[in-house]
């Protein structure tokens, strides 16, 4: 069976020099865009940094989400490309350690964090939850807990490639049932630690699926973007219509997903019609931020709905390349949209956001050179790759 494999892809190959050099220079870049930012306005960089650490980590636990699906559903088609995601999942680590300069200015950034919140008795009622003690804590453990998936997901499917051993399979698909609960209440508290708590008055009891549904979006479509890209540098060479046309279903779904979700939030909200509750959303229709709430609804739901529709936008690559792009953008924008807010009363965006997106884009590129470097493209011990290579609808 390996031999088979190795004739059609190499097992291990660097990226493109170019492409790495490239992403050694964003990084560079967006480091010290993102040093001076700090040295000019501090608060509004912990808030564009915010951004950035809710994109990063939509996108690296978004791809961990995929690999446990994957062994937990028994999918065949997606293990040629599951590599893919096992690298982007590598970035958990790294999200933690980019989150680390946010704890130097929580005060700036989170009014429970603040002097004056031991006058507040709504924020003094929520004071067992929302105080710097537990909330590291729960950063650790979360974070913690994750890194460790990652690295037994991983460590599993690595050494099935020396020994092809099925039982590395039996292992990951009982390590995925138990990491689904686990997921669900880690990205919740991710969520509510570091978004909804930005306005500690305000609450609601969708935000963990919210988010959720933007890192659905954010994993398939970083994945579908790599996959796609290495398809046209022929390191996925044997990958048919059929795998792309699935990439493209998946990302479909989760843009109908995201709107749902949204569209529920505002729909409980509004109906509730609750002053504790429309003063977040009436926030967001004010002062120039309503048409950034028109722009997202556009940008995230309505375009990717209809490029997406068509049977056959979901296999053609270069339309899901491009899509996958437009999603990612559109996924900062809805954490743009969740986050600023509280730092500003009116839209403001400019080279301090833009250096934290290059510093990220920067990460993946280099993460992802030095894990293709080191390990197989290909899972070529899995018992399901020949299928898998072989899938079609």
Known sequence: MNDQIESIVPERKPMNAKVVASGWCLLLLGFVLSFFAYAAEPKHAAFAHLVGFLFLTSIAIGALFYVALEYLSGAVWSVPMRRVNEFLAALIPFAALFALPLFF????????????????????SKRPYLNLTFFIIRFVFVFFVLTTFYLLFTRNSQRQDIDENPKHTWWNI????????????????????????????????????YYFSGIALAGV????????????????????????????????????????????????????NLPEETIWFLARWNDGWQYVSILLIIVHFAVPYFVLLPQDA??????????????LAAQYLDLYWLVMPSYSTTPVFG??????????I????????????????LPIGDPKLQRGLQFHL
């Not at 200015?105 to 003094?124: G, Y």
């Not at 138990?178 to 991710?190: D, E, K």
């Not at 969520?191 to 935000?207: G, N």
């Open 105 to 124: 200015h929580l005060s700036e950034i989170f009014p429970w964090a603040q002097q004056h919140a031991a006058s507040d008795a709504l924020l003094q």
């Open 174 to 209: 009982r390590l995925s049932a138990v990491f689904m609960p686990i997921f669900a209440v880690g990205l919740t508290l991710i969520a509510i630690d570091w978004a909804m708590s930005l306005e500690a008055h305000w609450y609601s009891t969708i935000y963990g699926i």
């Open 221 to 272: 479509s970083t994945a579908t973007y790599v996959i796609v890209k290495f398809h046209d540098h022929k390191y996925f060479s044997t990958l048919r219509p059929d795998h792309f046309y699935s990439l493209g279903t998946l990302m479909f779904v989760f843009v109908n997903f995201w709107a749902y979700i949204a569209f529920s939030q505002f729909l409980l909200i509004w109906y509730a």
């Open 314 to 327: 979901k296999m053609d690559p270069r339309r899901l390349k491009f899509m996958a792009l437009w999603i």
């Open 351 to 360: 080279w301090m956001e833009i250096g934290f997106v290059l510093f990220i």
């Open 362 to 377: 920067g990460l993946i590129i280099v993460l992802m050179n030095w894990k293709m470097k080191r390990i197989n493209l």
